[in-house]
T-cell receptor, first 117, second 114 residues
Framework: GAVVSQHPSWVICKSGTSVKIECRSL??????MFWYRQFPKQSLMLMAT?????????EQGVEKDKFLINHASLTLSTLTVTSAHPEDSSFYIC?????????????FGPGTRLTVL | GENVEQHPSTLSVQEGDSAVIKCTYSDSASNYFPWYKQELGKGPQLIIDIRSNVGEKKDQRIAVTLNKTAKHFSLHITETQPEDSAVYFCAASIWGGATNKLIFGTGTLLAVQP
């Protein structure tokens, strides 16, 4: 299957700072990338959908000015959590879709654990 | 919008027994139903999926069934092994829709007792 990587795998930051998470598709071109947030013992909640070269589409309740998403190339998308606060501590997971699949298979990254102190 | 319900939330079985997880969806336009396995601290891994044009799909010890009329689909794991222990998520999607986004169920924690 297709491989998606994330960096960093975990990060600890102070409240008020910004953190950038990278998501890369290693062996396919991801025309669409999705960003999810997962709190402990809960399901994945979609935050936003981004298409290469376009602005991201955010889900209801997700602040676009707080969670900045950039999808500048077919293999890289970034999520920047601006002015992070302890309530932003979560497991952030990205996924990529090639757009060429007959159906919309998504390939998930390993996730990034964010802890805001 | 689409809503996916998943049951049970926890499931404990003895090694070698079968495990069944069930999901229901609300949007009859959904046509793609993947199942993911998530181990602690890792991202979800696709284990099997089914499209709306088939009723059943099998891959070794794992099978998925789909009932479009009732809008439910199930994951069946036979001859369970301790390494099957994980959280399993079902999902539903509308291919060709505006976003092709996946709507996830609430997850099932499967524990296989040796």
């Amino acid at each position: 299957g297709a491989v998606v990587s994330q960096h960093p795998s975990w990060v600890i930051c102070k409240s008020g700072t910004s953190v950038k998470i990278e998501c890369r598709s290693l062996d396919f071109q991801a025309t669409t990338m999705f960003w999810y947030r997962q709190f402990p013992k809960q399901s994945l909640m979609l935050m936003a959908t981004s298409n290469e070269g376009s602005k991201a589409t955010y889900e209801q309740g997700v602040e676009k000015d707080k969670f900045l998403i950039n999808h500048a190339s077919l293999t890289l998308s970034t999520l920047t959590v601006t002015s992070a606060h302890p309530e932003d501590s979560s497991f952030y997971i990205c996924s990529g879709g090639s757009g060429r699949a007959i159906y919309n298979e998504q390939f998930f990254g390993p996730g990034t654990r964010l802890t805001v102190l | 919008g689409e809503n996916v319900e998943q049951h049970p939330s926890t499931l404990s079985v003895q090694e070698g027994d079968s495990a069944v997880i069930k999901c229901t969806y609300s949007d009859s336009a959904s046509n793609y139903f993947p199942w993911y396995k998530q181990e602690l601290g890792k991202g979800p891994q696709l284990i099997i999926d089914i499209r709306s044009n088939v009723g059943e799909k099998k891959d070794q010890r794992i099978a998925v069934t789909l009932n479009k009329t009732a809008k439910h689909f199930s994951l069946h794991i036979t001859e369970t092994q301790p390494e099957d222990s994980a959280v399993y998520f079902c999902a539903a999607s509308i291919w060709g829709g505006a976003t092709n986004k996946l709507i996830f169920g609430t997850g099932t924690l499967l524990a296989v007792q040796p």
